[in-house]
């Protein structure tokens, strides 16, 4: 102990000292509030309130089943397509409830990008991949301005250097690795605000891993990222913030440091100490 | 729900025991340092001068043991504070046998002179740094953050101590310049002992970190009921 050290009069200094010391949060770029959803009579979530901001990275983490993937599908209506879903409560995107009659939900999936587990690019070229976005939504005025945003996106999800010189040869010829990250290309190539990551990296080997969670540090610039990881150490690595799911609840929310060094509920800290999952 | 992860637990098990072996060779150097100084028994000082060899041993092998768990289990949370801290208190401890044999040497050169004087504060201070050095190594077993609180506010009596040891031999030396060397000794162990107690506050500070996650460093000492 140094001697000179200014003297604290009581405890109350030292926890404000611990808090966080993060700025404070602007307006969220998705707002949940009370979001409930239900496979038929099954309800996976329940009152889920969460705020994500924007330009950052928020990784979902959970036990298989706790509904993070259900919640992220939720963020751009994925989960219309299942018959028999249901959902109550609201999500808010800049401020606009996305589940409101009258919203269109192919505009609404044009701002809130997602990418799969699996890589599934089409069976066609690497260039026709990433303009085929651009050209169904008629993004495109001229062959060379699709040209370029295809060489803007390629180059955006690090595969330009590696892919420049065979555009046109067959998506499906790529590497695993290249595979997710033309997925990505494909996914920035219409602009979205948001990109909705379902884990984007379990499939891949560790240096294919790490070309992925670079991409997800260098995007969050111009993104608002949400990522589903069963990784924890990958969450720990890439995210800002991070949301911890049990059984469809939200059970912790707060800063990724603080979720993996010192989490405030008992289920995460065993949770991610490795004592239940 | 519960899944049991004996490897990872046994390891961190092995680790926090190796770590309170070394807690206890280090208490038992200093409790062997100040027991022949006050005895002037030169075999008791004698042990503790060339003792702290395997307190050097397991220094290096604790640290491998911390690298290694960060390493393969990537662990997190409580478990994460758990390996960080021991890797403090191994070089807290290490730091308290190095200061152990320090004191042994240095009343090994004063008892070749006659004493200065009838040693009380000194005995004081070396009974509160062994008491310190254990509560904090209990609280560390115990996660006891309580103990831990106490053995912060400890610190304070033995500061205290060293300076009324130092004000009193500075009077004795000005008097008779025969006593400064002995009266030299007597102060660098005084010193040796605050420093012990020194590193039992850091050690109960990291015991605070593990349980609580609160960093309670350079800021004073919190109420004991706190």
Redesign the interface.
Known sequence: ???T????P??A???A??QSASPPDGPPKIDARGLNFYYGETKALTDISLEIQPNIVTAFIGPSGCGKSTFLRTLNRMNDIIPGTRVKGQVLIDGASIYDPGVDVVALRRRVGMVFQKSNPFPKSIFDNVAYGLRVNGMAGSRSELAARVEESLRQAALWDEVKDRLHESALAMSGGQQQRLCIARALAIRPDILLMDEPASALDPIATQRIEELVYDLKKSYTIVIVTHN??QA?RVSDRTAFFLLGKLVEYDRTDRI????TEKV??DY?????? | MERAVPHFQDELEGLQTRLLEMGGLAEELVRLAVQGLVTRDVSLLDKAHHGDEPINQLHIEIDNRCFKLLALHQPMATDLRAIVASAKINTDLERVGDLAVNTAEAAKRYNNHPPVKRLVDIPQMGEIAQGMLRDALDAFVRRDTGLARRVLNEDDRLDALKTKVFRELLNYMLKDPATVEPSLDLILISRHLERIGDHATNIAEDVIFMVSALDVRHAGQPDADA
């Open positions: 102990m140094n001697d050290a200014p003297r604290a009581s405890l200094g030292l926890v000292r611990n924890m150490q720990a993996f060094t010192a989490p995460t800290e991610v100490t490795g004592r239940f999952g």
